[in-house]
């Protein structure tokens, strides 16, 4: 525990310069205003904002996208309750209370209670983050690469098997991305692979272009054309304090909310939007008054923001200390990482203590951060939504082409992320997840080099993935996923599963 500390103030130390703490704000501001417009949510906002923190050092860039995650947790709060508008799609649950507090007047004491809720739930699971990550990377350096692969495999299926709908397209999509991982020069032989004479494939697809381009573009094209309705509630500062009955009424929602968050934010798959719906089915089981739940119960939208929270901590558990990111959003900031250089894994938190403990401590800093902007600044935040839509999503488009651009000086990486757009449009359109791409894309060369090493230990023998107690662990939990899914297809048909999309769209909800 002592131990603990001391790296905790080291955190602090580089948590607490001040080009840290600036760009730990400017995090939380983008983030609450990506929480706040509805449709772009913390995946869209994360891949566009990426190649600005190209410039940056690792440590800084972190910061400043694990601000945007957390911040767009904030603030897809604030709309859900004064516009019954999801801003991204772990809010959907506070929609329903929260809008019903509103309308009661209480508008000020549910955008109190979800701020103050999901500040306990984040420094909570901060802590808990803190205390399981490294114990958890020790373990890890017994990984080989027949564990390492048979890992990413199982990510990739847990994933499959808890995105919404047909666990067949989620894997396809995975496929997908594998093979668009594949293109560019073999690690082990240096021969092009795919590139058709394009010198700048040689390289490989960039993460960003194809981020930018799935969630970004295709994003805006997805929600260009939705109605948003023009009334909003604007509550004072002197209306935000609760009654002592909702504090009261607040406080266990927020406790399980929190621990109910951070242990499925572990989870592969979209944490926090199934976090919130877990919680909130919670709370109604556990209500002595589940009739109250629509009307404007407190437990309906302290519980829900709280677990989402809670769980974009979790999430980043297994991205630290294994390397292995848990869903897109990781995902895309592991490639951040990647970028500058830094490898998560398990030799992360001794390598690079600094980076490692610097985040942690400056995800305090940005909870606090978000709390005091939440609170008195909600009415400027709302004030974005009336920035017409035709100005709106123009910038963005502008951003995502300037931005991809900006990476590497080519134009080949905007025309992926054109064709990426238009092909995560289409897709949408189909009913396909997109998020898997990314996933697969950014996890293909990992599994290729773990596969590849894995066959030349065992001179080509396949066995030695089943033979290692690890790897034939792990691949036994994957079979049985696969399994699990086929009998619940044949025996009840769609699940609770298909209300869960993978892509942060509140309009899929």
């Known amino acids: 525990m002592a131990e603990t500390l001391q790296n905790l103030a080291l955190g602090f130390s580089v948590a607490l310069q001040p080009p840290v703490l600036l760009y730990a704000f400017i995090g939380c501001v983008v983030g609450t205003l990506v929480g706040v417009l509805p449709g772009v949510g913390p995946l869209a906002g994360i891949s566009l904002l990426l190649p600005a923190t190209f410039g940056l050092t690792a440590t800084n860039a972190i910061v400043m996208l694990a601000g945007i995650y957390y911040g767009a947790m904030y603030g897809g709060s604030t709309t859900s309750i004064l516009m019954r508008i999801p801003g991204e799609a772990a809010s959907v649950m506070t929609c329903i209370d929260g809008y019903a507090m509103a309308r009661k007047g209480r508008a000020g004491a549910a955008l109190a209670i979800a701020a103050i809720g999901s500040f306990i739930a984040g420094t909570v699971s901060v802590v808990a983050l803190m205390l399981l990550a490294p114990p958890l990377a020790n373990f890890a350096l017994r990984f080989g690469p027949p564990e390492y692969f048979a890992l990413l495999l199982l990510g990739l299926l847990v994933l499959a098997y808890m995105s919404g709908g047909s666990m067949v397209k989620s894997l396809a999509m995975a496929v997908l991305g594998l093979l668009l991982g594949m293109v560019g020069i073999d690690q082990m032989s240096g021969y092009f692979r795919f590139a058709y004479g394009v010198m700048e494939l040689g390289d490989g697809l960039g993460v960003v272009p194809i981020a930018v381009g799935l969630f970004g573009i295709a994003e805006v094209l997805a929600t260009a054309g939705q109605e948003v309705p023009p009334k909003v509630l604007k509550p004072k500062l002197r209306e935000l304090l609760p009654s002592r009955q909702e504090w009261r009424d607040s406080v266990m929602p927020i406790g399980r909310g929190t621990v109910l968050g951070f242990l499925i934010g572990i989870i592969p798959g979209s944490a926090h939007i199934i976090a919130s719906f877990v ?231």
Not at 307 to 321: E, I
Request: glycine letters at 10%; one cysteine or more.
């Open 279 to 509: 919680s909130y089915a919670v709370e109604r089981r556990l209500s002595r008054h589940p009739e109250e739940f629509g009307q404007g119960a407190v437990a309906g939208v302290a519980g829900p923001e709280s677990a989402n929270n809670s769980a974009t901590s979790g999430a980043f558990v297994p991205m630290l200390a294994l390397g292995v990111p848990s869903g897109p959003i990781p995902a895309v900031m592991l490639a951040a990482l990647m970028v500058h250089g830094v490898s998560p894994g398990p030799l992360l938190i001794k390598q690079q203590p600094e980076l490692f403990w610097g985040f942690i401590a400056s995800m305090y800093v940005g909870n606090l951060m978000l709390l005091a902007l939440n609170l008195p600044m909600v009415g400027i935040f709302v004030n974005v939504l009336r920035v017409p839509y035709s100005f709106l999503y123009p910038s963005i488009i502008m951003f995502c082409v300037v931005g991809v651009y900006a990476v590497n000086g080519s134009v080949v990486d905007v025309w992926i992320a054109l064709i990426m757009g238009a092909l995560g449009y289409i897709l949408r359109k189909l009913g396909f997840e997109t998020a898997p791409i990314v996933l697969g894309a950014i996890l293909a060369p990992m599994i290729e080099l773990a596969l590849r090493q894995s066959l030349a230990m065992s001179d080509g023998q396949y066995a030695i993935f089943v033979s290692r107690p690890i790897s034939g662990t792990l691949l036994a939990f994957g079979a049985a996923l696969l399994l699990l899914n086929l009998v619940s297809w044949m025996v009840r048909g769609p699940d609770w599963r298909r209300r869960i999309p993978l892509d942060e769209k509140g309009e899929n909800l």
